[in-house]
């Protein structure tokens, strides 16, 4: 895998002049909970971006917004230009795909069988066609199983198309979970926490990962409490705080920003020592 194993543009401004992805003032309340407060952000082609803070700041909630799971109580989120209705399969059609905090994988079925699920979006056969399994089913299925076995190239899974998912390891259900979104052939990849229950070493493989993956020409959003991991990776960084977007920037913006500095470590230091992984 040959990877640009730099952000594409470090120390950019706090916005993608030309956006693939323009979220305007999205708002997620549950009763009385404002769980995502009048955030805005912006993806450009070929970023990765950011999104950092402390457990039950409203990441998650963000990007179910982004992606058709929650209907936000105010707000819109344009993909290339056109306002994203909040349905997931549409978005997913659009361009946008995900993987979740807690992994999702079809657990009894094959990590290839897991890739071609996640071609559906892009499939062209008809119901009808599938049922009576005519030439140009057949000519779909090979066309499938040939692109999700790149995929599995890809990400380093080749070796594992007839495993059961159940049967890989951690760190293996991650990027099958991210194979199996690219398989939708998206423009935007969002990640929620593709790092958790890593060692180390799959830790730097999986930033490996995301630079190939923006150097496929695909834009990443990417949620993570790993600080070496964002700031090795992110263009720009988007700090989420009681739902609400406190600070967006640059590595050194984002890191001595003394109200960054009060969210994680709760009291205000004395000058401003930079976030490091430690202080999570
Ligand atoms: N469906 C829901 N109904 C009610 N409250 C919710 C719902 N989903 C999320 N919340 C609340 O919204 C807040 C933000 O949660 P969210 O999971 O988005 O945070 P997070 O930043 O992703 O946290 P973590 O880093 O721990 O995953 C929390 O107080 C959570 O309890």
């Known amino acids: 895998m040959t990877t640009t194993n730099a952000p594409a543009a470090a120390g950019t401004a706090?916005?993608?002049?030309?956006?693939?992805?323009?979220?305007?003032?999205?708002?997620m309340r549950f009763?009385?909970?404002?769980?995502?407060?009048?955030?805005?952000?912006?993806?450009?082609?070929?970023?990765?971006?950011?999104?950092?803070?402390?457990?039950?700041?409203?990441?998650?909630?963000?990007?179910?917004c982004l992606t058709g799971l929650y209907v936000?109580?105010?707000?819109?989120?344009?993909?290339?230009?056109?306002?994203?209705?909040?349905?997931?399969?549409?978005v997913t059609?659009?361009?946008?795909?995900?993987?979740?905090?807690?992994?999702?994988?079809?657990?009894n079925m094959t990590v290839l069988e897991n890739v071609q699920v996640g071609r559906h979006s892009r499939m062209r056969q008809g119901l009808l066609s599938a049922v009576l399994r005519g030439p140009g089913y057949h000519r779909s299925e090979a066309e499938s199983r040939e692109k999700a076995m790149e995929l599995l190239e890809f990400t380093g899974l080749a070796g594992k198309a007839d495993h059961l998912a159940r049967n890989l390891p951690y760190g293996e259900q991650r990027k099958l979970e991210i194979a199996r979104a690219l398989a939708s052939e998206p423009g935007l990849l969002l990640l929620d926490e593709p790092t958790a229950g890593m060692n180390p070493q799959e830790t730097r493989a999986a930033e490996e990962l995301v630079f190939a993956i923006r150097d496929r020409g695909v834009s990443v959003l990417v949620i993570e409490h790993d600080m070496r991991f964002i700031f090795n990776l992110c263009d720009r960084t988007a700090v989420l705080v009681q739902g609400q977007k406190i600070v967006e920037g640059d590595r050194e913006t984002v890191q001595s920003d003394e109200r960054v500095i009060t969210a994680y470590l709760g009291a205000p230091l004395e000058g401003t020592a930079p976030v490091t992984e430690t202080d999570q």
């Open 14 to 27: 706090p916005a993608a002049a030309d956006p693939l992805l323009d979220v305007s003032g999205v708002t």
């Open 31 to 64: 009763g009385g909970l404002t769980a995502v407060n009048d955030v805005s952000l912006t993806v450009g082609r070929g970023e990765i971006i950011g999104l950092i803070g402390p457990n039950g700041a409203g990441k998650t909630t963000f990007f179910n």
């Open 72 to 90: 936000p109580t105010e707000g819109t989120v344009t993909y290339q230009g056109t306002v994203l209705p909040p349905k997931p399969h549409l």
């Open 93 to 107: 059609q659009a361009g946008i795909a995900r993987t979740f905090q807690n992994i999702r994988l079809f657990a």
